[in-house]
């Protein structure tokens, strides 16, 4: 049963860097979220994508881009990290609309110095 | 936009207390409701969900009401365990075609023995 699946759990970068985030889900879920963690602010979200071949912003997708490879699948992409995105990333998948269940992966942790 | 508010934190109980956690939304036409919980270094899960006015959800002695009149939709549970220790995150689905999730800020909850 592994759900969802996100690594790497933890990564250094510098400023400038770049990094993919990458996520799998096994649940045959169409739906596919990224969120940041920020202490005192809840989870935001990033980007989703609310079917295979689709992908749309969320609150706060400055500095992000996302692919959905395909129906398991949901990468995100930092081109340049920045220290503001110093955050723990989760990624969640859910089957369908309304009041569908998220399943979220376990965190990836990234610092940027 | 759609937006929860949550309790600051952190709530510190003795084992075996009552314990209330209060959450309200703003929200246009009428949201599914949920509770998250987040216990340290893992992921979200869901705790309970309720889906129109007046549904109660209810899971391993948690209980939370979704009040229309009052847009609350506060968690309850009557007697508090060390295990109960986590993050609790109230949420909402948006009602349109993506379904996202708009989390509160969270609320930590420490229970001493």
């Known amino acids: 049963n592994a759900g969802v699946t996100q690594t790497p759990k933890f990564q250094v970068l510098k400023t400038g860097q770049s990094m993919t985030l990458q996520c799998a889900q096994d649940m045959n879920h169409n739906s596919m979220y990224w969120y940041r963690q920020d202490p005192g602010m809840g989870l935001r979200l990033i980007y989703y994508s609310a079917s295979e071949g689709t992908t749309d912003k969320g609150e706060v997708p400055n500095g992000y881009n996302v692919s959905r490879l395909n129906k398991r699948e949901f990468s995100l992409r930092l081109e340049s990290a920045a220290p503001s995105q110093t955050s723990v990333y989760f990624c969640?998948?859910?089957?369908?609309?309304?009041?569908?269940?998220?399943?979220f992966g376990e965190g990836s942790r990234l610092t940027v110095l | 936009g759609d937006s929860v508010t949550q309790m600051e934190g952190p709530v510190t109980l003795s084992e075996e207390a009552f314990l209330t956690i209060n959450c309200t939304y703003t929200a246009t036409g009428y949201p599914s409701l949920f509770w998250y919980v987040q216990y340290p270094g893992e992921g979200l899960q869901l705790l309970l969900k309720?889906?129109?006015?007046?549904d109660k959800g209810s899971n391993k002695g948690f209980e939370a009401t979704y009040r229309k009149e009052t847009t609350s939709f506060h968690l309850e549970k009557g007697s508090v365990q060390v295990s109960d220790s986590a993050v609790y995150f109230c949420?909402?689905?948006?009602?349109?075609?993506?379904?996202?999730?708009?989390f509160g800020s969270g609320t930590r909850l420490l229970v001493r023995p």
């Open positions: 949420a909402l689905s948006e009602m349109d075609s993506s379904y996202k999730l708009i």
């Open positions: 969640a998948s859910r089957a369908s609309g309304g009041a569908g269940e998220l399943f």
């Open positions: 309720a889906t129109k006015a007046d």
